[in-house]
């Protein structure tokens, strides 16, 4: 795909979505990390069930480790792998509170040194919380980046690589819930929606749908 195209692509997803953020609910980093953490193999919308009961009772390092394993299990049992993600959550809520003076770090090394936190949640919290250009590959970016011709690679990370040098720099910092959102509401695995995508006259998928 040439620069052309995907300048385009991105100022008609500006133009439809001017401000795009993440659908977890959040009000500060702290509460992004976990929810994050906790998204793993989950939907947002069943992690924001979780949170939504979670947060106003504990929504700082110190009241979440209070809650301990199993007072924590209690809030996210609904969703997937809990109880390894509670264990996960207390850690790292301690490490947060000894190593970090309970503030979530806004760098790569720290943010990955925290237990139940890949180079995907990471690059989450730093874009969506600080304001960095980074990109969090999940399936639907590995699919729409793939499937439009915007940055193709056999694995997430060429993928990621390839988004970062190639999205023009005034979107970079969007790029990430833009595509999100177009591959969970529109470039959809199964059903890919072609025929009201915006984008569907630059998209190079060779098998687009009526």
Request: overall charge positive; proline content about 5%.
């Amino acid at each position: 795909m040439n620069k052309q195209k995907r300048l385009e692509i991105f100022q008609r997803l500006r133009e439809d979505n001017p401000t795009p953020t993440t659908e977890l609910n959040y009000s500060n980093p702290f509460e992004l990390l976990i929810a994050v953490i906790l998204s793993a193999q989950a939907t947002d919308v069943g992690v924001n069930k979780a949170t939504d009961k979670l947060f106003p009772v504990a929504n700082t390092p110190e009241a979440i480790y209070n809650l301990g394993v199993e007072g924590l299990s209690e809030y996210i049992k609904t969703i997937g792998l809990f109880n390894s993600k509670a264990r996960n959550v207390i850690e790292t809520c301690r490490l947060l509170i000894e190593q970090h003076g309970s503030v979530v770090p806004d760098n790569r090394e720290a943010l990955e040194a925290l237990p139940g936190v890949g180079r995907k949640t990471a690059n989450v919290v730093l874009n969506t919380a600080f304001g960095h250009a980074a990109m969090a590959v999940d399936t639907h970016i590995f699919r729409v980046s793939n499937r439009t011709g915007i940055a193709r690679g056999k694995n997430v990370r060429e993928v990621e690589d390839r988004l970062m040098k190639h999205v023009p720099k005034e979107f970079l910092v969007d790029a990430h819930h833009w595509l999100i959102l177009h591959g969970r509401y529109v470039c959809k695995a199964r059903s890919p929606q072609c025929g009201s995508c915006r984008i569907e006259d630059l998209c190079e998928y060779p098998l687009k749908t009526s």
